[in-house]
């Protein structure tokens, strides 16, 4: 049987957080979800691929409670002490062994996941299992970076898709039958390649379950 080799995200959990380009962009997906889907103060929020929970605690101060899903228990971890330091209460990590069977929680409010769907090898089972997890209503935001050329990591080794186009990742949305779906731009990353300065887009793709 192959093992798929994937990045390590424990390796780089410390360290996370230091890179400017990288906070500037949870920000912005912060912002895009607020305009998109107005967070409410009821609301039982799910962020799938949290990481260190950058985009998760810009969140967090506008709904009930929210709970952080990762692969990776190093990044958790580091969510975990920060969400200790600033006092926290009203949030849960959960860790998903990607080889054992695994189910997210019931009665979702809001399902948010920020650059994480690029390294899942599978999204159309995952999106069902979203789908089955959210209250009638509920919304999902997903973003991702725009279908690229495959230079965006530094090493992309292990990661299983090159972003996705609009078409495809509203079509993933559609078959998992979530409805009102529609897609804005929210931030252009620069990095520097080859010299230049190459741009990616990064998506948000907002859909009704
Ligand atoms: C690029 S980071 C983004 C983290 C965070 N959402 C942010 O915006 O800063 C991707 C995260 O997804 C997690 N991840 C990778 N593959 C995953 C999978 N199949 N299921 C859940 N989490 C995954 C990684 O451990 C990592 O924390």
Known sequence: MTQHIRPDFDSRASQWDNLPRRVALARAVV?????????????????????TGLVTLGL????????????SRGMLEQLETKAKEAGITNLQTCFIDLDSEWHLPQGIDLLVSSMTMHHVPEPAPLMAHFKECMNPGAQLC????????????????????????????EGYFREAGFVDVRTVLVIAVKKEREGAIQEYPVNLTIGKA
């Open 142 to 169: 997903i973003a991702d970076l725009e279908l690229e050329d495959g230079s965006f990591h530094d090493d992309a080794t292990g990661i299983p898709h090159k972003g996705f186009s609009v078409k495809d990742m």
């Open 31 to 51: 912002e895009a979800i607020i305009a998109e889907a107005d967070p409410q103060p009821g609301m039982r929020m799910l962020d799938y691929g949290a990481g």
């Open 60 to 71: 967090l101060p506008l709904v009930r409670e929210a709970i952080a899903v990762d692969s």
